[in-house]
């Protein structure tokens, strides 16, 4: 290094090392938006543009008659079973992982990535063998007239198995920044364990929280996979939103298709509006707690 360089301050040496020259940047910036234009802004204006393209009377006739209603419904019952059951289970697992120190510690947090890592083909297709007519369960099931696969249950069952990471893998780690230093004192100043839990824990990840609820309840309303295995497509009763627009696009009812699939993109622009809004709380909450740690 020069004695020039040695001599500038250490963030304006960094400032030079890291700055590119514009043609550089203004290059990535292009190919960025380029991208984004081509893969993200067409398509969603596309399904908008094909929905509305045989008059409004047409759009709003696809959203309202009986089988899309019906899937709208399921949708909204799946999604209000799945999202609950993962809030829970997510900010039990993230609690007893950040807080506490347990054998089997290991194996918990590679369970709750397990969706991630297995499709959701597969994951529908395990339910199948399992509660399906020839799976293990399938005879008792059906001595006992109880349904689960090609039934609203299984559609459930899916859901909950492809959203169970969103709560807790954002917990986790705001979990495990915060330290226990205040669930601590809290005891010692004679708490309970819920005292601890409502008073102390569930304020300082409140926005943790919504944030994962947000992106657990957009991917239960839009999944696909696990759900078109376990459905049995059977219209009006099993079909999800998602199931609704493949129909209608196989048969060839392609603006009924498309008016029906702008409301799944509606639901994709609200999250992203709200994941933006919460991402910036919990940000904010963050350096604020490390600002914090670092004053004491």
Not at 35 to 57: A, D, H, M, N, S
């Amino acid at each position: 290094m020069s004695a020039i360089a040695l001599a500038m301050p250490t963030g304006a040496r960094r400032a030079r090392v890291t700055q590119e020259p514009a043609w550089v940047r203004w290059t990535l910036i292009g190919l960025a938006l380029a991208f984004l234009t081509l893969f993200l802004f067409v398509p969603l204006i596309l399904v908008f543009f094909e929905g509305l393209k045989k008059g409004v009377q047409v759009y709003f006739a696809a959203i309202t008659e009986p089988d899309a209603l019906s899937a709208i419904q399921l949708t909204l019952i799946t999604a209000a079973i799945a999202v609950p059951l993962n809030l829970v289970f997510g900010l039990a697992a993230a609690w007893a992982i950040a807080k506490f120190e347990f054998r089997g510690k290991n194996l918990l947090i590679t369970l709750i990535d397990l969706p991630f890592s297995v499709s959701p083909v597969i994951s529908g297709l395990i339910y199948v063998l399992i509660f399906g007519l020839q799976g293990w369960l399938g005879p008792w099931l059906a001595e006992h007239d109880i349904r689960i696969i090609f039934a609203v249950p299984g559609i459930v069952l899916a859901t909950v198995f492809v959203t169970v990471p969103f709560v807790a893998r954002e917990l986790i780690p705001l979990m495990q920044s915060q330290g226990t230093e205040e669930e601590e004192a809290a005891v010692v100043l004679g708490a309970s364990g819920w005292q601890t839990f409502f008073r102390v824990t569930l304020p300082n990840i409140k926005w943790g929280l919504l944030y994962g609820t947000i992106l657990c309840n957009a991917r239960a309303m839009g999944e696909f996979g696990a759900v078109s295995v376990v459905s049995g497509h059977i219209r009006g009763l099993t079909n999800t939103v998602p199931l609704h627009v493949e129909i209608l696009y196989n048969e060839y009812n392609f603006a009924a298709a498309f008016a029906v699939a702008s409301l799944l993109a509606l639901l994709a622009l609200v999250t992203l509006a709200l994941k933006t809004l919460v991402e910036s709380k919990v940000t904010r909450e963050r350096t604020g707690g490390s600002h914090e740690h670092r004053s004491t």
